[in-house]
């Protein structure tokens, strides 16, 4: 069984998604430190026993890759040892040993799976056809004909690829068009594309902080978010989900020993489902004269009544808050991230970004599909009614089939919660092989005992669709034997 990266290690929407000790605080490390010191408390079998252990073994394993990050090198002792590859750093060690823990306990790797053709609600995924519910395409515009006809417009025109960074020679007039319609869909005065979110979110909160400022975040704020504090150099404090009481109290500790303050949180929690108090957020941010980043890459095109984000759902002039960020390759089916505000952040960001100033720019191609999808989504906000009503109807159909899903509010995304990390990953492939593929979260993305199947809904899904899915999984979670209609099929 292989355990990829993933969020973990820095990459976008893993299953370990946001890892709570990569943040400074002792709370969230604390986590990490505590899973090797598992006990088994039950005098069961010696086969039981044996298989807790593994258990526990798996859980540090994954505390393991928690934990990595760059370590103080030794002293030099006068000689070189010789080069024995990567496999002594502690990566590999761990990997290795998660493998091996995962083959005793007969587990298949969830991660990696190959997809054959287009994906829409259903996909052809290790050579059958299952329902998808792991593609974030909230508004189905993955396969739009308006979409696909732009992108081969721009590759015509254009080429596949800019070349160079746009500061010096990358720059497209479909750039420019992009950010303004940007900007103005989100009601802001500029903003500036990025070559994905992940380094949208790096480059943006290391480009406006640093020594001497403070960087407060919610626990559940995204990998990149954690990572580009840590590389801005400012200090870290980290508050409870949705915690403002707790953020206030810092806010009144600690906010007169630093030059600027920067809170960040998103605007819908990837893992939670659930949107924060923005009214709340402003509020504390205007009263002790902190910026407020929303990481609305969730958000943007789900929240709303025209999808316009956390601020309109939330009823909020999205100038009131200071950073806005957000994803081209989730609702508007492309790739690439971007950040919005006011005309003197995007200006920092254009020349002090280092994900921006020292990366190529977007391919014109996923520029033109971005532009397209989002005129399609402005031209057909129905799409977005559509996906909202799903979001609710597989809420109400999880409570009724006694499924837990946690804080989701049914917007967009929504978790049915399964337990550890063992009993999470077999029930993901009880759940695939009945011919349904969500998403796996485990450790450290989430509490240990809280490994969940994340559920993306689209404008695409049916109700019957929704009704298989819930049906499937608590079939499979209460250990009654599910339907299979999925057959397997030749991949492409």
């Not at 859980?59 to 002594?88: E, Q, V, W």
């Not at 057909?380 to 006694?402: I, T, W």
């Not at 917007?411 to 550890?420: F, H, Q, R, S, Y």
């Not at 485990?442 to 809280?450: D, E, F, H, N, W």
Request: aromatic share 8%.
């Amino acid at each position: 069984m292989v355990q990829p990266f993933g969020r973990a290690m820095g990459c976008s929407d893993g299953p370990f998604e946001k890892p709570p000790s990569l943040s400074r605080s002792a709370d969230a490390a604390g986590i990490a430190r505590k899973t090797p010191t598992i006990l088994i408390k039950s005098s069961a079998s010696r086969a039981t026993a044996e298989n807790s252990t593994m258990k526990n073994q798996l859980a540090s394993a994954f505390a393991a890759f928690a934990r990595l990050r760059s370590r103080p090198t030794a002293a030099f002792s006068g000689s070189y040892a010789r080069n024995t590859g990567f496999a002594s750093i502690p990566a590999y060690r761990s990997l290795k040993k998660y493998q091996t823990i995962g083959a005793a306990l007969k587990l298949k790797s969830p991660f990696f799976r190959s997809v054959s053709g287009k994906s829409g609600n259903s996909c052809i995924m290790d050579g059958r056809k299952v329902l998808n519910f792991a593609w974030c395409d909230y508004l189905g515009l993955n396969q739009h004909p308006s979409l696909a006809a732009a992108a081969a417009a721009a590759n015509d025109q254009y080429g596949t690829c800019v070349s160079a960074s746009r500061l010096v020679a990358g720059e497209t007039v479909l750039h420019q068009e992009l950010e303004r319609e940007i900007a103005s869909f989100l009601g802001v005065e500029q903003s500036l594309l990025f070559v994905s979110g992940h380094a949208a979110n790096v480059s943006t909160i290391s480009a406006v902080v640093g020594e001497g400022d403070l960087i407060v975040h919610d626990e559940f704020v995204h990998n990149s978010a954690v990572l580009g504090s840590r590389l801005s150099g400012a200090e870290m404090r980290m508050f409870r989900h949705n915690d403002l009481e707790a953020l206030e109290d810092i806010l009144s500790s600690a906010r007169s020993r630093y030059s600027n303050v920067l809170i960040v949180v998103e605007g819908l929690y990837s893992t939670e489902g659930d949107v924060p108090d923005l009214h709340r957020l402003v509020e504390l941010k205007n009263r002790f004269g902190a910026w407020l980043m929303v990481d609305d890459a969730h958000g943007f095109g789900i929240l709303g009544a025209t999808g316009r984000g956390c601020a309109e759902h939330c009823g909020i002039d999205p100038r009131a808050v200071d950073i806005w960020m957000g994803t081209l390759s989730k609702t508007l089916a492309s790739c690439g991230g971007f950040i919005a505000g006011s005309s003197e952040l995007i200006e920092v960001l254009r020349h002090a970004a280092p994900g921006f100033v020292y990366s190529v720019g977007l391919p014109p191609a996923m520029t033109a599909a971005a532009l397209a999808a989002l005129r399609v989504m402005k031209a057909e906000p129905e799409r977005v009614e559509r996906l909202r009503a799903n979001g609710q109807f597989f809420l109400e159909q999880a409570r009724a089939e006694d499924l837990n899903t946690g804080n989701s509010t049914g917007l967009g995304m929504l978790p049915v919660i399964a337990g550890d990390i063992v009993a999470t990953i077999k029930l993901w492939h009880k759940v695939f092989e009945a011919g349904v593929n969500p998403s796996l979260i485990v450790y450290p993305g989430v509490p240990l005992k809280a490994g969940r199947l994340r559920f993306f809904l689209t404008a695409l899904h049916t109700h019957d669709d929704i009704k298989r899915a819930i049906t499937t999984t608590s079939q499979c979670l209460h250990g009654r034997a599910p339907m299979v209609p999925g057959r397997r099929v030749a991949s492409n």
